[in-house]
Every structure is written in structure tokens, then in C-alpha cells.
């Protein structure tokens, strides 16, 4: 079965990358006895999914504290699934791409132990990735703010459509189970915590690393010895501490990594 979500056919030339980093990035992951991926926004948008910080984001036409955060959620609910009902059915219509499959695949090698993720579309799992750690969450279900009950997404969205927000039958908003700012990180950070701090490889994707304590955790890897592989469009402010730097479009660092590693990505 064919690969969807991509954003170029495979069979086309690469963009140039620096074919020395390709290679030194397989060879970093072939030696590695526990490397991870941290992934952010950068990994889902040849899916179609608008990241936020971007040119052209999300932050640039909503304002974060009215539709990202618990204050906002409290104050107007209904703005904010103005917001994220959107941003749920484009998760729905999105396809992993080869970014996802790549990772998948590495897992699958024993090349990676899994994946964190700062994304909470679950395209990852969708991918084939098993083990994969959520630290801001997941929208396959919502949860009471009052009682705690636990909705799927069909309900949520029928609640929304019906009220303009969704309420709980105890009378409590429900919350889609994403965390939102000024929440605490889901408990998988805690997990994210530790795999960081054993990790020999860690293999940044798609993140501007501008978020934290997420963000904190490459820091985190590189002190207790961890190589760090990086790879996004544009610069971070931990490039200084990677060892490996992939600079380019990451269908495109996926795409010759995974032919240099011997990753058929072809579906």
C-alpha cells in the first residue's frame, strides 16, 4: 500500500542536503544502543497540519491565550472550539507522511526506542510507531473539568455543533485531554524525563524547541552524553549542541536518510 500525506512523489531528485550529515546521521543511529525521537510541529505539517509558530501559523491569526489556554478555555469556551474544532478535523483528514513512516520504521529496526512527541494528532501511532510518548497530550477523547468522565470525539464534536462548547451531563466543561497552557504536562513527560536523560542518541525533528520544559530536554540528553542529531527548516537555539545538523525540508531529510539507512519507505 502507497504512502499518503506526502507532500512529493519519492521517485523525484532531493533537494541538496549536506550528503556528509546524512551519512553521519545513519551512522550515529546504526551505533546506538538507546536513541529516542523528539518530535514537534514541523513532523505533521507536510500532512497538511498548520504548525504555530511558523511564518504563516496559527499564532499569527488566534491569539494563544484565548484558544490554548486553560484560562481561555474557562472564559469562552465556545471561542475556543471555534478553534479546535477546526484543528480536529484537519487532524481527522491527515495522513502520516514519511516523516512518520521513517520513525516507525526505525523503531520496527531496533534503531530507535520510540518516539516524544509535542504533537497531539496521533499520527505517529497511526504511522505504526508503538511506543510513543505524548507529552502535551492526545485529542482521541476529552474529559470533565468537574466530574472527570471521559468522552470520545464523536461526542465532543456533536456537543459543540448542538452548544457551541461541550458540557457533561454533571453539568462540567469538557476539555479535549490535550494539555493546554498553564496545565500541567501530561504524565508522559515524566517518562520523556527519564528516556532523555539514558539516551545515547537523541534525534530531533520538526521543532523550533521554543516550548517548554520540553524544550529543555535536549539540554537534558546532551548532558548526560547523548548525541544529538537535529533536523528542521529553520535554526534553533540548540543547534550549537548537535552533533549531527540536518538543515532542509524534513520529507526531504527523510527521504535520504531512510535510502542511506536502507528504510524502504515506499508503503
Known amino acids: 500500500m502507497g504512502l499518503r500525506g506526502d507532500l512529493r512523489d519519492p521517485t523525484l531528485p532531493l533537494m541538496k542536503l549536506d550528503p556528509r550529515q546524512i551519512a553521519l546521521a545513519a551512522e550515529t543511529l546504526r551505533n546506538a544502543q538507546q536513541a529516542w525521537a523528539l518530535t514537534g510541529a514541523g513532523v505533521s505539517t507536510p500532512s497538511g497540519i498548520p504548525d504555530f509558530r ?16 486553560l484560562p481561555g478555555f474557562l472564559r469562552d469556551p465556545q471561542q475556543f472550539y471555534t478553534f479546535w474544532l477546526w484543528r480536529f478535523e484537519k487532524m481527522e483528514e491527515a495522513q502520516p507522511n514519511v516523516v512518520h513512516h521513517l520513525l516507525a520504521r526505525l523503531e520496527e529496526k531496533g534503531l530507535l526506542q520510540g518516539v516524544i512527541t509535542q504533537n497531539i494528532d496521533g499520527l505517529h501511532h497511526r504511522a505504526g510507531s508503538r511506543r510513543v510518548l505524548e507529552v502535551h497530550g492526545h485529542v482521541r477523547s476529552g474529559s470533565c473539568l468537574k466530574c472527570r468522565g471521559s468522552f470520545s470525539p464523536e461526542w465532543i464534536k456533536a456537543e459543540v455543533r448542538a452548544l457551541g462548547y461541550a458540557r457533561c451531563p454533571c453539568g462540567g466543561l469538557v476539555k479535549p485531554d490535550v494539555v493546554l497552557f498553564g496545565e500541567e504536562l501530561a504524565l508522559d513527560f515524566h517518562q520523556a524525563h527519564q528516556a532523555a536523560e539514558q539516551a545515547d542518541v537523541l534525534f530531533v525533528l520538526g521543532t523550533s524547541l521554543e516550548v517548554w520544559p520540553v524544550a529543555g530536554l535536549v539540554p537534558l540528553a546532551a548532558h548526560h552524553g547523548a548525541k544529538i542529531i537535529l533536523a528542521n527548516r529553520d535554526p534553533t537555539r540548540y543547534d550549537a549542541q548537535a552533533a549531527v545538523l540536518l538543515r532542509g525540508e524534513l520529507v526531504e531529510v527523510a527521504l535520504a536518510l531512510g535510502q542511506a539507512l536502507g528504510v524502504n519507505l515506499g508503503g
Not at 54 to 69: C, T
Open 54 to 69: 511558523g511564518p504563516g501559523g496559527l499564532w499569527e491569526l488566534w491569539d494563544p491565550e484565548e484558544v490554548s489556554s
